[in-house]
């Protein structure tokens, strides 16, 4: 299992999420995408409107996709003001379990040294959980 460094800080660039509509508004100061990167913002609707997209077995949403031995950026952001969400990249970044709680931002830096499709997903007992295990690392080689 790769290890991944979670750095603490502001970001630049402009505000991005990974792909898609977007129902957020006043995203928590210094939820922006990073450059070269990728930004999940969490709500009540799920990691990038997950919900909203049709996530579910059949669909994974959001969707990331790397090349191998490449680096990873990934901001992940909590936009939700009510309760924690989970972030967790299954054998990258599942080791511990990551909650966020409102408002809260962490910077996700990893290599992606092994290719695959790997899950990314909520560890933690959200109302939205349903919609939060369907988001997926694509790692190309
Ligand atoms: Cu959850």
Not at 1 to 30: E, K, W, Y
Not at 73 to 101: E, K, R
């Amino acid at each position: 299992m790769a290890s991944l460094l979670v750095l603490a800080g502001g970001l630049n660039s402009s505000q991005a999420a990974v792909s898609g509509p977007t129902t957020l508004v006043g995203l928590p100061p210094g939820c922006s995408k990073p450059s070269g990167g990728y930004l999940v913002v969490m709500s009540s609707y799920g990691y990038n409107d997950s919900e909203l997209e049709g996530a579910g077995p059949s669909k994974a949403w959001p969707v990331i996709t790397v090349t191998q031995n490449t680096t990873v950026n990934i901001t992940v952001c909590n936009a939700d003001t009510v309760q924690a969400h989970g972030f967790q990249i299954q054998d990258y970044f599942d080791s511990n379990i990551v909650a966020l709680v409102p408002g809260q931002i962490i910077h996700v830096s990893f290599t992606a040294t092994k290719a695959g499709t790997f899950r990314i997903y909520c560890a933690i007992f959200c109302t939205i959980h349903p919609f939060m295990v369907y988001g997926e690392l694509q790692v190309k080689p």
